[in-house]
């Protein structure tokens, strides 16, 4: 029964990430006006706005002009949906349940929008960081000083790497969206996870480059944004990092 509402819930934080991210790059408000549709402009009667039923109720398209809705609303929901439940089953009702879906929420909101705009917008990744380590002090999974110096490495290592680039290549590489975002994953993570997010998100960039550019030609000089790979590698750092740890201290014997 709770996993059932454990998915509902998250559902419905989906249509809310939805919503953030289409407003949250045009600096409009995330609460008023309700949802319009983005093709007639008709608002979307409380009873078309259920998460994922209404979508496939209406066949993905508008009650009114008919015109699609965008895939990338249910999907979002039921991403955050699937987030929600296995992070129920591994928590269950719990501070610490809030505290990884929170993580998480925010995680696909900057996902998408750095894919849409290639910026990582602040007024997630800032207060993200003030929240992760406020609830270190609370959370039993991660001690308070994990995650102080998970924001100094995550945020500090970042920016070397960032600066060093910048000077080697007289370009920027890295966006400071993405050090204030490792900063953030620190935070709720702790330093431990900032090192395997880093060489996670490394290893799965690099391979998605460079099957681009077999795709795409050799010239392919499209600017891949960090921060999708980042939210990938912390997500996997905060299901199996124990595992990988444990697994890696096998392997050296
Ligand atoms: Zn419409």
Redesign the pocket.
Known sequence: MLMVVSIIFGAMVGSFLNVCIIRLPREESIITPGSH?P????PIKFYDNAPLISYLLLGGK??????AISVQYPLIEGITAISSLLLFLRYGPSWSYLFYFSFVAALIVITVIDLYHQIIPDVISIPGIGVGLLGALIIPHIPFFNSLIGILLGGGSLFVIATLYQWLFKREGMGGGDVKLLAMIGAFLGWEAVILTILLSSLIGSITGITLMVIKGKDFKYAIPFGPFLSLGAVIALFYKNEIIFWYWQFRG
């Open positions: 549709c093709h007639c402009d008709q508008c009650r009114y002009c008919k015109r």
